[in-house]
């Protein structure tokens, strides 16, 4: 950011060009994928040549600013080996193929393994980088085509918001957070994921907003916040809880019984009386998670707190949940499966057969009993070394459709060059569907209005979506101002048998310092 706003140009980048001269570029107005934030950016391009991602200074939430992230790792991308054409494994090595010959093996393995091991033998894993049109042609891909409801997220989770208020999702919008009287963040490392959200909330700080952190290890964050603790396990939050259901004899959820009993032998501290009294003196206090870094009980107790102290379904009130990829939240919005630990359960126990995997790392154990393993990736990684066929994925700056952000902003994400893949992943998802049924095809521009029919929060998407965008369509950006989606549209309250703050994350098998 120094260097964009550097007034005497002191300070300037570094471009991939090896002999740099003069370039007027084209410049597109599209959205960075680096978090689930969402910021809109401008990206430069010259030919088939991404120069510079700008940010854009008309935009509502990162208002000219850009992270590191944003700012360089998607045009210094361009430097990692890309995967340009489809390959399969013969003789036990990968070979260059046709788009035809590799659509059609995959198309066969797929059927083989279905009549052999019938429905539900097949599962896909899918990134929060692609987009909402992508992810809904692989859910039909998988749903109808290989007739299996297995299709996962690869970095994903059992439980969370969704089991206390209805929606997976946050339930403000992050504007909100300037004009709140408290910010409560809770495991969260702000200035390293998402730096642009972390420069809002120390703004906010500067104007009088009150901010207690509570996490594991000192953050740059704490220097702007009134009060700073720190846990490694739940018993501050308990101790919040427990305190807050003494003092305002809460009794309107279901399992609120369960719930209470579940705390009644544990002892409130010092700190966390503190911390309920300050939330409950408060007339509008936010929290703000890390969805990637705190356990399941840990994001529902924060959801059952901000319940039982009413600060939710109101403007300024309630629980942003930040993202770690750019359409995680589409992804969720369209019902793919989060709880990642059962597929790897159902691999190790052979019920699963294929796997199918849109991504360039994994979080999955692979096991001998899969007999078919197909990789689509931008990249060559040691991913690639499992794989029977790999499908090239075009990067971001190729590829256009929409994502949704971790506050429900839709927007529309557009390619800056030419991809340099021969097909889209729609094309391929397309094609591999046509190889069953012909005529079951959905052209492209079609795509966002069929997600409007299956997904009722995202209906008459394709009329109204914009640059300020948020789902409901075209109804209040506050969630549950009139009662909470769920079947009795009480808040679900449930028993705190475990005392684990933080998720493990050991399991990541192939990561993205694996590239090659």
Not at 253 to 258: L, Y
Not at 265 to 279: C, G, L, R
Not at 440 to 445: A, F, I, M, R, S
């Amino acid at each position: 950011q120094c260097v964009h706003v550097c007034p005497t140009g002191a300070l300037q980048e570094k471009v991939l060009v090896q002999k740099p001269v003069p370039l007027e570029g084209d410049l597109t107005e599209t959205v960075c994928n680096q978090c689930g934030l969402g910021c809109s950016i401008e990206l430069e391009s010259k030919g088939s040549m991404l120069l510079r991602s700008l940010p854009k200074s008309t935009d509502s939430i990162n208002k000219g600013l850009l992270c590191k992230k944003g700012r360089f790792d998607l045009v210094l991308q361009q430097n990692q080996r890309r995967i340009r054409k489809p390959m399969v494994r013969k003789n036990g090595i990968l070979e260059e193929v046709s788009w035809d010959e590799a659509v059609l093996y995959i198309a066969r393995k797929a059927q083989s393994i279905n009549l052999r091991y019938g429905d539900n033998s097949m599962a896909t894993i899918v990134s929060g980088k692609y987009f909402n049109e992508t992810i809904y042609l692989a859910k039909k891909l998988a749903n109808e085509t290989f007739k299996t409801e297995n299709i996962y997220a690869n970095k994903g989770y059992a439980k969370g918001l969704k089991d206390v208020l209805g929606y997976d999702v946050s339930t403000n919008v992050v504007t909100e957070l300037e004009y709140t009287d408290m910010i409560i963040t809770i495991g969260t490392r702000i200035m390293e994921t998402q730096p642009v959200l972390g420069v809002r909330i120390k703004k906010a700080a500067q104007k009088g907003v009150e901010m207690i952190v509570i996490g594991d290890e000192k953050t740059q964050a704490d220097q702007w916040a009134t009060a700073c603790y720190y846990e490694d396990d739940l018993s501050l939050l308990k101790g919040i809880a427990k305190y807050t259901l003494e003092k305002t004899g809460y009794n309107k959820g279901d399992g609120i019984e369960a719930f209470r009993e579940s705390l009644s032998d544990f002892k409130v501290s010092i700190d966390a009386e503190h911390i309920a009294k300050e939330i409950l003196s408060k007339k509008n206090v936010m929290f703000v998670c890390d969805r990637e870094k705190l356990s399941d009980d840990a994001m529902m107790l924060v959801a059952e707190i901000a319940v039982m102290t009413e600060h939710i379904g109101r403007p300024r009130n309630g629980i942003i949940q930040l993202r770690e990829d750019g359409n995680t939240q589409g992804m969720v919005d369209l019902g793919i499966k989060m709880n990642t630990e059962a597929l790897n359960d159902k691999i190790q126990s052979g019920d699963v057969r294929g796997l199918i995997i849109m991504d360039d790392n994994l979080t999955v154990n692979l096991a001998d009993t899969l007999e078919f393993v197909m990789v689509q990736g931008e990249y060559y990684s040691v991913l690639l070394e499992y794989a029977d066929v790999v499908m090239p994925s075009p990067s971001h700056a190729e590829t256009d459709g929409t994502m949704t952000s971790q506050d429900r902003r839709i927007q529309y994400v557009r390619s800056a060059i030419d991809p340099r893949t021969d097909m889209t992943n729609i094309d391929q998802i397309q094609e591999i569907i046509r190889v069953f049924n012909s005529q079951d095809y959905v052209e492209d521009e079609y795509i966002l209005e069929h997600i409007g029919k299956s997904v009722p929060e995202y209906l008459h998407v394709a009329d109204n979506i914009n640059s300020d965008s948020y789902w409901p369509i075209g109804k209040s950006r506050i969630l549950y101002e009139n009662g909470y989606h769920t079947e009795s549209g009480k808040p679900q309250f449930h028993s705190v048998e475990c005392n684990r703050m933080y998720r493990n994350n050991d399991n990541e098998v192939i990561t993205k310092e694996e590239v090659i």
